[in-house]
């Protein structure tokens, strides 16, 4: 049978290999915002916010508030950022953003710690529709995907056939949605969610998995063990170690694709922890500068912006 590989895919694979790309000079990128202004804030966000009868700047408080009193929780970050070789600012500033734009933050870090023996009482699958992911997968549009083993270039290469074979059509007689594939496959409880005190989904717990694995000797995750990703992402001693590899992994794609260094600049890392998608967001600012550096500096969204122009009260959190 003859299977016709969409060129996203080709796409796709040109980026995870342009990864591992030679560093050439790299443009560094100083703290601080290029907005002087912060960039508009999402509709949606201030939805959830109204809903929740606050504002962000008592969401803030509040998540700060948090940190400032739980210094287990900061020796925790402090020691899994040293693991990852990032400056613990970046995990402070995405664990900030979430809390302060997407969810509320819980009075007590202990709190999680309930929430998730909560939800991993019952069984956790992924799937769509009463097809499992792990049968999903197994389809031949996916053939493309096998000469990946690193578990960010697999699950990015099924992210990509989504997209272009499955997302919003109808294939071997099944409609399916057009939406994200971790919203459509990833997502047993409701629409939406994300979960833990770094809101991590489980597809980029899946992605992360292998790095987190050679960084902490962690088990690697299986999406046929959802029970497992959830522990991943919602108990805060397992977390913290997604929530730094994701970040680490954002610093190097803009490291080796785009040429610019963002390990100074926590607005730009949580930007990214944010919109998702590292990866893909290199390569278009690469494009927009034709190629690795070049006049075009990142930017940091409002999410970022806030980071940023907070930096110095975050740093105040980690102590000397």
Not at 81 to 88: G, M, N, S, V, Y
Not at 150 to 163: F, G, I, K, P, Q
Not at 210 to 237: C, F, H, Q, S, W
Not at 313 to 320: K, M
């Amino acid at each position: 049978m003859h299977l016709s590989i969409p060129p996203g895919i080709f796409a796709a694979a040109a980026l995870l290999l342009a990864t591992a790309s030679p560093s050439h000079a790299l443009t560094e990128v100083e703290p601080g915002n290029r907005n002087v202004e912060q960039p508009a804030v999402p509709g949606a966000s201030k939805n959830r916010t109204n809903a929740l009868k606050t504002t962000f700047e008592l969401k803030y408080k509040k998540i700060v508030a948090l940190l400032r009193t739980e210094q287990r929780l900061i020796d925790k970050i402090r020691r899994t950022a040293e693991t990852f070789d990032i400056d613990p600012i970046h995990m402070i500033g995405a664990i900030v953003g979430e809390h302060t734009y997407n969810v509320d933050a819980y009075d007590r870090a202990q709190t999680y710690y309930v929430k998730a023996v909560s939800y991993l009482r019952g069984s956790i699958n992924f799937g769509y529709d009463g097809e499992d992911v792990s049968d999903f997968i197994a389809r031949p549009q996916f053939e493309t995907c096998a000469e990946f083993e690193a578990s960010r270039d697999l699950w990015s290469c099924r992210e990509a056939v989504w997209n272009d074979v499955f997302r919003g059509k109808t294939v071997d007689g099944k409609a399916f949605p057009n939406d994200r594939f971790s919203a459509v496959f990833f997502q047993p409880f409701y629409a939406g969610q994300t979960f833990g005190i770094g809101q991590l989904n489980p597809l980029t717990a899946l992605m992360m998995t292998e790095r987190v694995n050679e960084a902490t000797g962690a088990r690697e995750l299986n999406a046929e063990d959802g029970k497992e990703v959830y522990r991943a992402i919602m108990d805060p001693d397992e977390t913290l170690p997604y929530i730094a590899a994701t970040l680490a992994t954002a610093i190097d794609d803009y490291r080796n694709i785009a040429g610019f260094d963002i390990s100074r600049n926590p607005g730009l890392t949580a930007t990214l922890y944010n919109t998702g998608d590292s990866l893909g967001r290199a390569r278009n600012l690469a494009r927009r500068n034709g190629g690795r550096g070049g006049s075009i500096l990142p930017e940091e969204n409002y999410y970022g912006w806030l980071i940023n122009e907070k930096e110095d009260e975050l740093r105040s959190l980690l102590g000397g």
